[in-house]
């Protein structure tokens, strides 16, 4: 069974840099066409893709984040992690890490999905 | 830039039949999928590629895909399907979600 787990401060000050970290159990990260991914969803509104990385390393970012995204993995743990630099209150949200499948046929779909961490930018 | 729309809110008794919309331009061209989400819960795959229900979601969740627009059906609607509904689609490498259905049992 695949799991994944967040990890990281729950509060951020702004103009800082949010960092979490994805621990996946259950299967290897580098093994594989999935595309390990963090979405985030605002208290009270919907979800937004903020990137991913697949193949051992390959990223992608949300446009409107690009600037501000890197998504990389530790292979030796398992784990996948997210930066958010220059954050504003408009950052503050739960943050999943979770698996997507099936994205380069165009069917792209999330299979697992993290519990969610909440991250409050505030000083 | 991609955008998919769905009514903010669709109400139905128990038992009977609730649709959800997930709309644009040429969806039918796409595949999509539909989470459910209950308060404080992380999102369920209740359908993926347009109409495919993974293992462990009850035969009454049904989707469909055609034209501009996408349904999620759920038939015999029960209390415990009380939730947010999310459509999402693939467009330009990167994944689009709806605005999020609140579907009402009462």
């Known amino acids: 069974q695949v799991q994944l787990q967040e990890s990281g401060p729950g509060l951020v000050k702004p103009s800082q840099t949010l960092s979490l970290t994805c621990t996946v159990s259950?299967?290897?990260?580098?093994?594989?066409?999935?595309?390990w991914s963090w979405i985030r969803q605002p208290p009270g509104k919907g979800l937004e893709w903020i990137g991913y990385i697949y193949s051992s390393g390959r990223t992608y970012y949300n446009p409107s984040l690009k600037s501000r995204v890197s998504i990389s993995v530790d292979a030796s743990k398992n784990q996948f992690s997210l930066n958010l630099s220059s954050v504003s209150v408009a950052d503050t949200a739960v943050y999943f890490c979770?698996?997507?499948?099936?994205?380069?046929?165009?069917?792209?779909?999330?299979?697992?999905w993290g519990r969610g961490t909440l991250v409050t930018v505030s000083s | 830039s991609y955008e998919l729309t769905q009514p903010p809110s669709v109400s139905v008794s128990p038992g009977q039949t609730a649709s959800i919309t997930c709309s644009t331009d040429?969806?039918?061209?796409?595949?999509v999928c539909w989470y459910q989400q209950r308060p404080g819960q992380s999102p369920l795959l209740v359908i993926y590629q347009d109409s495919k229900r993974p293992s462990g979601i009850p035969d009454r969740f049904s989707g469909s895909n055609s034209g501009n627009t996408a349904t999620l059906t759920i038939t015999g609607t029960q209390t415990i399907d009380e939730a947010d509904y999310y459509c999402?689609?693939?467009?330009?490498?990167?994944?689009?979600f709806g605005g999020g259905t609140k579907l009402t049992v009462l």
């Open positions: 259950g299967v290897s990260i580098t093994i594989g066409d999935d595309f």
């Open positions: 040429k969806l039918g061209d796409k595949y």
């Open positions: 999402q689609a693939w467009d330009n490498s990167l994944g689009v």
């Open positions: 979770v698996r997507a499948r099936e994205c380069r046929g165009g069917s792209c779909f999330v299979d697992f």
